[in-house]
Structure formats: C-alpha cells, structure tokens
C-alpha cells in the first residue's frame, strides 16, 4: 500500500495497461468476469499493467473513479489465481499488487502481470489450453488458435526442438555433397578435432545430427541433421512449411522485384548448411574491404562481415521450424534484413543485454559451432550490435511481431544521424529543430529513417530510462513535430504530416515501413514557432560522438520561406493535374544555379517524392541530361540532390 494520491494522468504509454471499471453490481468493488483473459493475454505477451477501478476514456485518457471496498475483490483475486480450475499458474507476487488512494475513501488498484517464461507458458484459464489460452494484440486480447497453443505447449517442454528423433529416415534423406563439404570445411579449420578421424555415422551422432532411442532401439536421424544436410523433399516431409528464401533488391525497386533470388527449385539441395554457404557469399558480394594486414597476411574479415555472419546463423538456429512461414534474408541498397519464424525465448531486452542463451535447435547451433559460426553463450545479438556499431551505423533493430509469430532483425546502412536526414528535418521544422537537444534530433531521425519511433526503439539507441523516453515522446507531440499512433507499447510515433504506419504489414521485410522520404509534410501539421521546443536537454544524454560535427545547410535557407523559389512552384503546387511538360519545365527553373534534394522538391511542389523521382527526376538526369547528381558517382547517396545542367 502506498500513501501516494494516484493520478490517472501519469499512465504510462510505454507500458501494455488495461482500465477497468471493476465496480461490480453494488457499485463497491468486484473482479471483473474478464479479468483473467487480461492477465493470460498480458502473461503469454510481453507483461502489462492492470488497473481496477479506472475508467478509459476517449482519446486515451483515464478517469480514476476508485474503489470504496478493494479488500473482497483481492481476496476473491488471490483466491482465484491460486486456484488450478480458474488459471494454470499464479505469477503474481504481493509486490505486484499496489493500491493507491483515488480521493474520498476510494482506491485504485494495480497489477503488474509480469511474462511468463517458455516453461511457463500456455498461461491459461478455465482448465483448458485450447479454449483458455490469450494473447495481446496491441490493445485487446484474443484467443489463441489451437495451433499458437501446441507450439507454446512445445516450447515448454522441449529445450531443444531439433533434437526430434526421425524415425524411418536414415543416410539415404541426406544430400551426400552438402554432409562432406561441411567435413571437409571442418577439418580445414580444426585439424586435430577428434571427429575428424570418425566414420560419417559416428561423426553425425557426435553432431547431434544422429540419435538412438534408448528406450525402444529406433535409431535414425534427428530433425537437426536432416534440416542441415537433408534432401528438399525429405525436409519437406517432415517440416511441411519449411521455406528459405533469400532476396536482393534493386536501388528504388518494387518489394515484388529482386536482381536475385535464391530459394529451393530444384537445383541445389535446398538444406540448411547450403543455404548458409550460398546466401553468405550473396551477402558479402559487393561489400567494400579495406586493406589490412594481420600476421602477415591480408584480412578480408571485417566487422560487417561478422555481424552479417551471426545475424544469419542467429536466425537459422532460433527459427521455429514447425511454424508456417518462412526463413527470409533480405539485402537491400540500405539494409540487410534476417526474419526467422517463431518469437524469442527471451525478452528481447535480455538478447541485447547478452549472456542469456536459451537456443530453440541445440543442435543445430552446435553444428555451426564447429565450423566457427556462431557460439553457445547468448552473446550472438550483441557481437551483432559491437560490429555494426564500430562502423557508425545505426544499432540493429531487433523486434517480435505477434501476427507472424516470427523474429525480425534489419541492420541499416546508414549512420545514426545522417547529415541528409538533419537536413531534411532542418527543412521540415526550420529553427525549431536546431533547438531541439541531441535526444530530440535522435527521436525524430529515427521516425525520419526508420518510418516511425517507439520507446523500445530508443532504449535500444540511447541511454535514456524508458520513463524519460515516455515524457521525450509527449514532448515533441505537444510541439507537433511527432503523431502517436496505437497505444500502451504498441504506441509508435511518426513525424508530423505523414501518413500513419500499417505496423500490421510494416514488420515483413518485404514490405520495410514506408521512410518519410517517401511522405509529404503538410504546412499545418510543422511547428511555425521557435518557442516549440522538446523537454531540457539537462534531462538527456547521449553520446557526443554519435552527433556529427557540422551539418550542410539548405540552399538559401528554408526554401518554403523564398518567395522566389514559392512563386516559381507556384503553377504545380496550385494545380494539382497540371501537364507534365509544366512540371517538368518547373523543375529545370527551380534547379536553375542550385542543388535541390528529391524531398525538397516534393515539398515545394506539393507532390508525393516517389512520383516526382519515378516520373520525372529519374528521367530528366538519365534520359534528357536535363539535370545533375550532385553525386554522380553514388546515385543512391544519402544527401543526394539535382541541379540544372549548364547549357
């Protein structure tokens, strides 16, 4: 019990919560009907806040009415929760029950559902996992189909899911290529191993990939072994939707179009060892490698090699391989991208903290472990980072999504504050972004970058306590340079004037968050005062060497306060169906002597950025040599602008 006055105002949006009235038929207090299916959803999820005796409001705003008589309903809640019939397992504790004082003898209570570990998930209620089993979906909770329970039901009692013994298959379901290229590469790299010298039988058993049952004699291969080395069809018999897939994308490319693709069609084995092999050379391939000597020789490992090599291990041997969609790699002109089927067995804040290793295929993992890919320590999500942050790119960004059920990982290639990206804000928000402290311009890069930010993301970037995060986020809000989207930890925050994100469809790698490059501001949604300013700055911190030392300014200063430049857009921006000779002539005199960006352009002109590139910036620079890269070396280049070829 706390002496503090609870103040419905100071609910937090970085947390999953719950308002309920809980007032019952008397008015004085009652458990809900529907609390359980809050608590098994919030458990099964990621945690949660519940709150008894506060009213939602609209537009996300609570009324704190309280409780008069709180004591019945917790006894009746602590009888419940301890009660096998009602809910599978009590994880509350009394330190997670607090009530506070909501004025005139009433009281609010708050419950603090914490989630459950692998072991002790399905949490479900009424005795029955396939009709008591909940999740959270951003604001609501659901019930979980019959097969979301298996696999939790799975997980719970299987510690390594690829140790499966598979009975009735044996040598003749491996790919004999892919099982001695993986010896071969083994013994050149450990040449004293001890299962050098074993017969493949015994060198498979020793792998994991072999198992005998002691108990009834079977002796065959195990999941692990044949998903390494295994022929498409057999994997495909005993994992029905077992899928790899591996896509490059072209520079301003459509998610249906590649320039490569590698996926099993018949002409190679379609296992996972030669996935890896296959996939990593694409990976690699075009990659800049600076000179270096080491012990004489030239080294050709470099941090970005490593990181792309254990993210992709990472999702091979943590991937759920019971579940329904696929292994996917994704290389784009600004992004690797790695999306494995199955959500964490961790939190992820524990994967990026490091030393928690809870592996889904043991087996697996051991076997690349032998080749020096990958190690058994928990320490792979954070070698990732190390090697990604030593080149200044932006942290990787690791999430869960709920309606895949998968993991998703995407390492950017680009900094974590492009000068292109503080150009086009200065652009957006004039003065009041240079006034913003260094946490303000980091919050609203990443909506820039990313698409959209949200306090996870910037716990990952920075060394802000989520709590402070919360009052960062409110704060450019109320200074209308962000939007919030959603609620409790599905709230995600966007800049000003674009289009809100589809998170449904945002965590596909196939289908990355739209950036807002490619989103047009609206002049009534910026800030037109100096004065709108983010929280003091004594409040934040983040590292100096992450801000860079000098931005290059804009042409003349902010463009949409030129009237020049305004009254030679004028006969586009004002006509929405003008002629394309109009606008394309609009665009040569508004380039006449300066370097304009492709964002720049789409504001003065008031067209969406992707239809002027497609349409007429592409065309005008490589067609009719009309304009000029600033960059013509680096057509994809972050600060990349046009300007009016000299006659």
């Known amino acids: 019990m706390t002496d503090a006055v609870f103040n419905a ?47 939602e409001l609209k537009g996300r705003s609570f009324d704190a009415h309280g409780i008069e008589n709180p004591d019945p309903m917790l006894d009746d809640l602590w009888n419940q929760l301890n009660n096998p019939q009602k809910v599978s397992r009590n994880l509350l504790t009394p330190a997670m029950v607090q009530r506070f004082p909501a004025g005139t003898g009433r009281w609010v209570i708050e419950i603090e559902v914490p989630r459950a570990t692998r072991h002790e998930r399905p949490i479900f209620i009424n005795g029955n996992p396939l009709k008591g089993t909940y999740k959270r979906h951003h604001s609501g909770d659901y019930l979980c189909r ?72 079977n002796a065959g291969l195990t999941l692990a072994g044949l998903l390494m080395f295994g022929k498409h069809e057999a994997i495909h018999e005993v994992v029905p939707n ?22 099993p069609d018949g002409t190679w084995s379609g296992n996972l060892y030669d996935f890896y092999r296959m996939t990593i050379q694409r990976l690699f391939r075009d990659l800049k490698v600076p000179f270096r000597l080491e012990g004489g020789e030239r080294d050709d490992d470099t941090p970005i090699h490593k990181a792309l090599r254990e993210a992709l291990v990472n999702a091979l041997v943590h991937a759920d391989y019971s579940a329904s969609i696929s292994i996917l790699v994704v290389k784009a002109p600004d992004y690797f991208g790695f999306r494995n089927p199955g959500n964490m067995r961790i939190p992820v804040t524990a994967a990026f903290e490091g030393g928690h290793s809870d592996c889904r295929n043991r087996s697996l993992q051991k076997m690349f472990s032998l080749i020096g890919l990958g190690e058994q320590a928990g320490s792979g999500i954070p070698r990732v980072i190390e090697n990604w942050k030593s080149q200044h790119y932006r942290l990787p960004e690791l999430w869960e999504s709920e309606e895949l059920e998968a993991t998703l990982m995407k390492l950017r290639t680009v900094s974590l504050l492009p000068d292109g990206t503080l150009q086009d804000l200065r652009f957006f928000f004039g003065k009041s972004f240079d006034q913003l402290d260094e946490n303000g311009r980091l919050a609203l890069a990443t909506a820039h970058i990313e698409g959209y930010v949200t306090n996870a993301r910037l716990r990952q970037i920075s060394r802000l306590h989520p709590r402070d995060i919360t009052l960062l986020l409110k704060g450019l809000v109320d200074h209308r340079m962000l939007v919030p989207d959603g609620q409790g930890r599905a709230t995600s925050y966007r800049l000003a004037g674009t289009a809100a994100v589809d998170l449904a469809s945002a965590v596909d790698l196939e289908s990355p968050p739209p950036r807002s490059e490619d989103l047009l501001p609206r002049s009534e949604d910026l800030p037109q005062r100096s004065e709108h300013l983010a929280p003091r700055s004594e409040h934040l911190e983040v590292r100096s060497e992450h801000l860079p030392s000098s931005s290059p300014q804009l042409p003349g200063g902010n463009p949409m306060e030129d009237p020049t430049l305004l009254r030679i857009a004028d006969p586009v921006r004002s006509n929405k169906h003008c002629l394309p000779e109009t606008t394309r002539e609009t665009i040569r005199n508004l380039c006449c002597g300066k370097f304009f960006t492709l964002n720049q352009l789409a504001v003065l002109l008031n067209r969406s950025p992707d239809g002027i590139r497609q349409r007429f910036i592409k065309p005008m620079v490589d067609d009719d040599k009309i304009l000029e890269r600033r960059y013509p070396q680096q057509p994809n280049h972050e600060q990349q602008a046009y300007r009016t070829r000299e006659p």
Request: glycine share 10%; hydrophobic share 35%; aromatic share 12%.
């Open 9 to 55: 105002a100071n609910l937090r949006e970085d947390v999953d919560l719950e308002a309920k009235s809980a007032l019952g038929q008397d008015g004085r207090g009652a458990l809900p009907r529907d609390f359980f299916e809050s608590y098994s959803a919030f458990a099964n999820t990621n945690g949660g806040m519940i709150y008894l005796g506060v009213k």
């Open 146 to 217: 019959d097969d979301e329970v298996k696999r939790m039901l799975a997980e719970q009692t299987e510690d390594a899911r690829d140790a499966r013994l598979l009975t009735g298959y044996t040598f003749d379901d491996l790919d004999m290529d892919s099982f001695k290229a993986y010896r071969n590469r083994m013994a050149a790299l450990k040449p004293d191993h001890p299962f050098n010298g074993a017969e493949n039988l015994e060198f498979l058993r020793k792998l994991g990939g072999w198992r005998t049952d002691r108990q009834t004699g």
């Open 242 to 263: 077992y899928f790899v897939d591996y896509r490059e994308l072209p520079v301003g490319g459509a998610k249906t179009k590649w320039v490569d693709r590698l996926s």
